[in-house]
């Protein structure tokens, strides 16, 4: 091996030539997620195949421009689409790219410095936009094979669903492999949340012993434990000891507390052994590391309680609009009329009339200059199976089409927040423990059993307090005129204090599904509007600085469809927070419940909805992979996810990722929710 400047490595191909050895791997290794890799090129035209120095993190493309090629960098930018597509869509390509990642069975990769013998062993992997045949792949993996140590394994690591169909035709005798969802179900750290901690760490062993045990969990306490329930309170740091999605409730909101949060397998043995159970620790999360780490540290003053949140944490809501409103249909709201039906039911409204009406937004984020590209069109272009060079408004009709012909939003109706204050209106006992309740939490130091106390009455005044007949009235109206003939409906929360940039609330308000009959409608009703005045919501609302008297409850009831699969998708890749091109999606064969509420361990995809590539990062619980014809769904939602985005985002860069929960039935998606979704940092 020959090392000519400090990103370059090459080894020249011959009979007996030198092999890659794991130490020679690790003085060339950067590292990503964890893991120690090399980036490689094979130079067909020379017979060189090149490991690139990657710890200053060389782009492929630019290596070979620059140092094989010889090509300045202005050049390379000048036509770098033209240049990726010769790299990786040419069948007569000079060039095969690939990375080669260091593992090790049962431990870290670092645990494997020592040798092969240790368990260690490398993956060979392209880029997931790779579009190699299965003979381009079974010649690549044999040309790097013979330049590796015979005593390292290497296997070979399908970057796509393409390439795990190639690889599936391939003996495991001639191509030994290993799969993205195989990796990630032993890796031992998965930063979920980046940041740092000073906290006391209480670690649980399993939920019941969370449950049993009488002292409550503090704001300035670091949670350890398998997996964590989504009603625990605001914490400093969470530290999942099983895997679990970025996606659950719980996830989603310790993204939006802004707290570091990850899975580490062992992290309960490791804090034991060290002694620091029930200690005070410095916790930090950082997406490059190859574990969490935690040092001992002093103890912090003592906590305060739930005291008011600093300027930079108080979410604002708009005030809401309580003018008399009638029991409306999904389709006739818009995002403005989130001040009287809420957030959640303004953008299903929204979403309807974008699925009918297109919009002149949605092709935003394809417009949007990603330097050195003008725009990322011609890649829209592609996947709506249109010519590169088209003009908009072709674009604009292929993505109109798409999504009529694809999507839908379940038809609904909403109960304004007007007929949420005319029930308490109607209660004097009502509206007398709702006083008290608001005046116990603007004391200086709130008295939190004080405010459960309180909390427990509003509830329990909420499901008996008798209902008007015109509430009744008017909504059995609305269920017969805009709900006829739906087998079951879902009875759900729309808050104007939930689904906010600051403020997901993800988990904290009821939804009732398979209901029938007004009588259960109105029972649901009463369950969502009692579900504004938990202990646990109202404190995390007074924590982020919202009060009671700004906070309202409507009510969505919508039709519910059947699904053969289900889930929440973001349009961001919530694990490597720079990568732009992938949409992140988990899935349950079962219901969306499980996903967002941790209960199982839905599959998780990666879609790039530049090239259309996906694979699967983690298959959960599922024994098998998702089916071709589900597989082509998903993919066409996460495109249409895209155009959603551009439609909602707050500002012209159309960065600002969404959270979608969705429903597959054969060819048809049905949206189900829309809100934003806050990305660490």
């Known amino acids: 091996m020959t090392r000519s400047g400090r990103n370059e490595a090459t080894m020249r191909t011959r009979p007996t030539g030198e092999k890659l050895t794991i130490q020679e791997f690790s003085q060339l290794a950067g590292t990503v997620g964890g893991y120690p890799y090399v980036k490689i090129v094979l130079d067909r035209a020379e017979s060189v ?59 870290t990769a670092s645990d494997a410095e020592d040798g092969p013998a240790a368990g260690a062993f490398l993956s060979l992997e392209t880029v997931d936009v790779d579009t190699m045949s299965q003979a381009m792949l079974r010649s690549f993996f044999h040309r790097v094979r013979e330049h590796i140590d015979p005593e390292l394994p290497l296997l070979l690591k399908p970057a796509n669903h393409r390439q795990e169909g190639y690889a599936a035709r391939i003996p495991e005798s001639e191509i030994p492999r290993v799969l993205s969802h195989e990796l990630y179900s032993t890796a031992s750290f998965v930063p979920l949340n980046p940041g740092e901690a000073h906290g006391r760490l209480r670690v649980y062993r399993s939920e019941e012993e969370y449950r049993a045990d009488p002292e409550p969990l503090r704001p300035h306490d670091i949670v350890v434990m398998p997996r964590v329930p989504e009603d625990i309170p605001r914490v400093s740091g969470i530290i999942h000891t099983e895997h679990t999605t970025p996606l659950s409730h719980i996830n989603v909101m310790a993204a939006g507390w802004r707290i570091p949060n990850a899975v580490g397998i062992g992290a309960a043995d490791r804090i034991e052994r060290a002694g620091l159970s029930g200690g005070w620790a410095r916790y930090r999360v950082d997406t490059d590391s190859a574990d969490i780490r935690l040092d001992p540290a002093p103890p912090r003053q003592e906590d305060p309680g739930p005291a008011s949140p600093t300027a930079a944490e108080r979410v604002t809501v708009d005030r809401p609009d309580l003018a008399p409103t009638p029991v409306t249909p999904l389709s006739a709201l818009r995002a403005g009329d989130h001040v009287r039906f809420g957030t959640k039911a303004a953008n299903l409204g929204e979403l309807t009339h974008l699925l009918q009406h297109g919009s002149p937004r949605w092709l935003g984020f394809y417009r949007v200059p990603r330097p050195p590209r003008d725009n990322l069109l011609r890649y829209l272009a592609r996947q709506l199976g249109l010519p590169e060079g088209v003009d908009d408004t072709e674009l604009d009709e292929a993505a109109r089409k798409l999504v009529k012909e694809h999507a839908q939003v379940p038809r609904g109706i909403v109960l304004p927040f007007s007929l949420q204050q005319s029930f308490h209106d109607s209660s004097a006992e009502l509206r007398d423990a709702l006083d008290r309740l608001d005046s116990a939490l603007r004391d200086e130091r709130p008295d939190t059993e004080r405010i459960g106390e309180l909390c427990g009455r509003v509830r329990h005044l909420v499901r008996t307090v008798p209902l008007p007949d015109p509430i009744r009235a008017e909504t059995d109206r609305a269920l017969d005129r805009h709900l006829y003939g739906a087998p079951a409906l879902v009875v759900r929360s729309s808050s104007n204090a ?184």
């Open 49 to 107: 195949l090149h490991f690139i120095d990657s710890a200053d993190g060389m782009l492929h493309v630019r290596y070979i421009a620059c140092e094989i090629l010889g090509m300045s960098i202005d050049e390379l930018a000048s036509g770098l689409d033209s240049f990726n597509d010769d790299v990786y869509r040419n069948p007569d390509r000079r060039f095969f790219l690939g990375t080669l990642a260091l593992h090790h069975r049962g431990g």
């Open 498 to 681: 939930e689904d906010l940039a600051g403020f997901s609330a993800a988990g904290l308000y009821e939804s009732v599904a398979r209901v029938s009959g007004t009588d259960a409608v109105l029972d649901a009703v009463r369950e969502v509007w009692a579900s504004l005045f938990s202990p646990r919501a109202v404190l995390l609302r007074h924590q982020a600085g919202i009060p009671l008297d700004h906070c309202r409850m409507g009510v969505v009831v919508q039709e519910q469809v059947g699904a053969t699969v289900g889930g929440v998708l973001v349009t961001c890749n919530p694990l490597s927070p720079r990568d732009f091109r992938d949409v992140y999606l988990n899935i349950s064969p079962r219901s969306v419940a499980e996903v967002v509420t941790g209960e199982g361990a839905p599959l998780q995809y990666l879609c790039n909805t530049m090239e259309g590539t996906s694979r699967t990062v983690s298959l959960g619980t599922a024994t098998v992979d998702l089916d071709a014809g589900t597989k082509d769904a998903v993919g066409r939602l996460a495109l249409i996810s895209r155009l959603l985005q551009a439609h909602f985002s707050p500002d012209e860069s159309y960065a600002a990722p969404v959270d979608i929960e969705w429903a597959v039935e054969g060819d048809l998606v049905s949206l189900l929710q829309l809100r934003p979704f806050r990305t660490a940092g």
